[in-house]
């Protein structure tokens, strides 16, 4: 789920049905690395309800849910005008596009939409809630869009991915919904043996060989998959003490395998450095902040905060920056990390991500309450004044609470 995901799944989908264009491929290159961030055209209008100040074109929908996510796990109530723009950019089967510019207007066939924008928005709507209507639309639509094979692709038709099929579970189960055909043989049947190179890793998907490859962000979403979980997950109960190890490959794994394996790997790729290193073809290795965050809730998810301390302690001392430049979503996934180890996303290595996030876009309710009543002390309006700093008080905005790079494809 990482921040550039929305911009590589879109490359990975080119894959498909074009040839991206080498300008497009070394933007999503720099923002991988954390170097560039696409700044919007002098023409361009970004809508008032929309996070970030960048061009949404590719990651509009996906930037706007994990700011949504992010925002309700950690008690915040969003904007909404926040909201309200998310589902306005549904289609009418149900479908979302990464972003639709003119979402008064009929989805025809130049509207590209695909199942990673709409998974992750079936998690933000369910939980913004007020718009069950438009998630189950979208989840209808999710599930027309299952494989044979049990899994999701990118595109509408294309081939499964663990990232897509990943994502999908996650927005089936946060709107209590469950697929035709179970996904988790086809997760197991992507999952390296242990006694590979990569071991417990998942592939992204098989080479034209049928070869498999780990991948870290494949990895990081598929173990959410297996275990049946959202973006948005706390600690999970780890099954036994001990040994992080990847084991009994040799035998049919059972999601719960599969699970425990993923995560495996990824406090393995963790351990020595405290993060994971982009592989995008063309730029040079540097650390990967945003599948970094993915593997920390991957593991927590699986219940092994353990191992995933020391990549959370390499985020709060390193990511900032990376949030700073890379807007909404990465402040989002960095909150999500927090809240799946536990830890306060509001004293983040002495940063305060929640009110990072929310100024990247339209104030939350709670935030604007609380901005009424300070306006009310000014005035001298005293009384009042305090019974609004006791329902402020009471209301609380409290501690509570990011996909797909193709990147060995590309």
């Known amino acids: 789920m990482t921040v550039l995901r929305r911009t590589a799944g879109v490359l990975a989908a080119t894959a498909v049905i074009g040839t991206a264009t080498p300008a497009t491929t070394a933007l999503a290159a720099d923002m991988a690395a954390g170097t560039a961030s696409p700044s919007p055209s002098a023409s361009a209008v970004l809508p008032s309800g929309l996070y970030g100040g960048s061009d949404p074109k590719y990651d509009g929908v996906w930037r706007q849910s994990l700011a949504l996510l992010a925002q309700r796990a950690v008690g915040v109530t969003p904007a909404a005008k926040a909201v309200d723009w998310l589902a306005g950019q549904q289609c009418a089967n149900g479908s979302f596009a990464a972003f639709r510019a003119q979402p008064t207007a009929a989805c025809d066939a130049k509207v590209?939409?695909?199942?990673?924008?709409?998974?992750?928005?079936?998690?933000?709507?369910?939980?913004?809630?007020?718009?069950d209507a438009a998630a189950d639309r979208a989840v209808n639509w999710l599930k027309s869009q299952q494989n044979t094979d049990g899994g999701w692709g990118y595109a509408p038709g294309s081939a499964s991915d663990t990232n897509s099929t990943g994502v999908v579970v996650g927005a089936l189960a946060a709107a209590g919904a469950s697929a035709d055909r179970s996904p988790y043989a086809l997760l197991a049947k992507w999952s390296l043996p242990c006694d590979e190179d990569g071991g417990g890793a998942l592939a992204y998907q098989p080479d034209k060989q049928g070869k498999l490859a780990a991948n870290a962000d494949a990895t990081a979403a598929g173990v959410?998959?297996?275990?049946?979980?959202?973006?948005?997950?706390?600690?999970?109960?780890?099954?036994?003490?001990g040994s992080h190890a990847c084991a009994d490959s040799a035998k049919a794994l059972t999601r719960e395998a599969v699970a425990r394996n993923g995560a495996a790997y990824l406090a393995d790729a963790t351990s020595a450095k405290g993060h994971l290193v982009s592989a995008l073809p063309g730029a040079e290795p540097q650390p990967d902040y945003g599948n970094t965050a993915d593997a920390v809730v991957a593991m927590a998810a699986?219940?092994?905060?353990?191992p995933a301390k020391k990549p959370y302690a390499w985020l709060e001392a390193h990511a900032v920056p990376w949030a700073e430049q890379s807007g909404p979503a990465a402040y989002a996934e960095l909150i999500l990390a927090a809240h799946a180890m536990?830890?306060?996303?509001?004293?983040?290595?002495?940063?305060?991500?929640?009110?990072?996030?929310?100024?990247?876009?339209p104030a939350p309710q709670a935030a604007t309450a609380a901005a009424k009543h300070t306006e009310e002390k000014k005035s001298g309006n005293s009384v009042w004044w305090i019974v609004g700093t006791g329902l402020v008080g009471g209301i609380g905005i409290g501690f509570l609470l990011s996909g797909r790079r193709k990147q060995q494809q590309l």
């Not at 699986?302 to 353990?306: L, M, S």
């Not at 996303?345 to 996030?357: E, I, K, M, S």
């Open 112 to 131: 590209t939409v695909d199942t990673n924008s709409t998974a992750a928005a079936v998690q933000a709507l369910k939980a913004a809630g007020g718009h």
């Open 224 to 241: 959410l998959g297996a275990l049946g979980k959202g973006f948005v997950t706390t600690a999970g109960k780890a099954s036994a003490e």
């Open 302 to 306: 699986q219940g092994w905060t353990k």
């Open 342 to 361: 536990g830890a306060d996303p509001r004293d983040f290595g002495g940063t305060n991500l929640v009110t990072a996030l929310n100024a990247t876009g």
